[in-house]
DNA sequence: CATTTAATCTGACTTAAGTCAAGGAAAACT
DNA sequence: AGTTTTCCTTGACTTAAGTCAGATTAAATG
């Protein structure tokens, strides 16, 4: 156990999801759930792995993707902390339809299916807190769909930039940036294409004087500009 | 009121939201809800339109789409019969998301937003229906935008025409094959390209011996070849 | 049924982005 | 610190699929 348990509850309490259950709740998926430690690039489950439950991220990186037929691997979910992943399946039946992975050294929560369904059945808020969220998910889902198929590799880094400008809180500053902490393999691939591409992208965002790029650390220059090109 | 009451409580139960509430519950929604028709190409909403409510499809064909900034179309969802639609933004708030119009005379059953929120709180299995639905739903946006981002056109409409060989229940027979109920410009932008490619390449694959295409009939050659190619 | 309108097809051309191959840079690991 | 491994970049080339323009066919409508 790497956290205490009082410490976890108040985490719990951060979900989402979990945001609005009694302290007998939490309690109460505090005792069935399992925090699990994960070291950088560990596999926390396999595509096609049989279903035992869902995980919420409570501190480092996780990519969740789908591999192709040929091998190649296209990533679906960049977790980051307090987000679910691999809740799809509690419903549906079936074994994982995805695989994760980490990115960095992470802490997860585990809560196991059977257990979870008994709550939910139970508690008939924490179903429409899940509603909502897939509500929310299926949404931006649908934006991925559309700008994969409408935009072009520019416009779709320069969305992804802003989103995670509008994550890291430096949207106002003169100058805001972002600290990539993850590959860049895994933002091309999130974003639909490959390393190339988005090496060449980044450069011609760069030429075009729109960001600034120091190492793992990306400045935009120009925001207006940027804001352009994502919508 | 194009269907009677009975019919249509008969037609409710076939919901597979619906599928498993009492005659009670059946009769209040058919209560607040109403029957819309709608004719061929008229438009059912638009994307930005104040959220009012969601739609089941009783009858006909309706596509929901994003519009870009460019004006471009993308179809994200190619309604069938007994499907909900726009039915995301219920727990979401905010407006249509998306447009939604008809492929030819449609029958829709509209569901006001406030009545079937206040039903859901005091019924929770209704919940646990839509959650099972949404799950569904981003498990087959995941398999799209997957496809979408490793797949090639043939291989994408391969995809397409099995499945809506399978909704046409003629898998089995020597040539499987399916009726087009819809303008090829909507499969071109459902699998994510546009009608040129689109007619390309079915005569790319009426070369390859794999489909024989007559008027709005396709046929499959060869099933072996189209599943591979699938995959 | 004739004529307008919408849908589909075809060809010539362009282009974004993928593949292949090779070097460099940065991180991780004794 | 030095070496191995992973990550990132660059160049030359190829290709799938988009754009543009025009022709053909099918469908809707008076």
Redesign the interface.
């Known amino acids: 156990m790497l956290i205490d348990d009082d410490k976890l509850k108040s985490t719990i309490r951060d979900i989402p999801l979990f945001s609005e259950l009694s302290i007998e709740h939490l309690r109460k998926i505090s005792s069935f759930s399992k925090i699990k430690s994960f070291k950088k690039h560990e596999i926390i489950f396999n595509e096609g792995d049989f279903y035992v439950g869902f995980y919420i991220l409570l501190k480092g990186g996780v990519k969740v993707f789908?591999t192709?037929?040929?091998g190649?691997e296209?990533i679906?979910h960049l977790v980051s902390p307090l987000t679910a992943f691999a809740d799809?399946?509690?419903?549906?039946g079936g074994n994982y339809?995805?695989g994760a992975q980490t990115l960095e050294e992470s802490l997860t929560l585990f809560i196991p299916k059977e257990k979870f369904l008994e709550l939910?059945?139970k508690e008939?808020g924490i179903?429409?807190k899940?509603?909502?969220g897939?509500?929310?998910?299926?949404?931006s889902?649908?934006?991925?769909?559309?700008d994969?198929?409408?935009?072009e590799v520019p416009n779709r880094l320069a969305k992804y930039l802003l989103k995670e400008i509008r994550i890291s809180g430096t949207e106002n500053l003169p100058e805001p940036f972002i600290k990539l902490s993850i590959p860049k393999s895994a933002i091309a691939s999130y974003i639909?294409?490959i390393t190339e591409t988005l090496s060449r992208t980044f450069k011609k965002l760069q030429d075009e004087k729109i960001i600034r790029v120091s190492g793992k650390r990306i400045f935009v220059i120009d925001l207006k500009k940027l804001k352009e090109l994502a919508?």
Chains 1, 2 share one sequence.
């Open positions: 789908k192709s037929s040929k190649k296209s679906v799809i399946p509690l419903f549906e339809p995805v939910i059945y008939p179903s429409l899940m509603l909502a897939f509500a929310k998910r299926l949404k889902l649908i934006n991925q769909l559309e994969l198929s409408s935009k639909g294409t919508k």
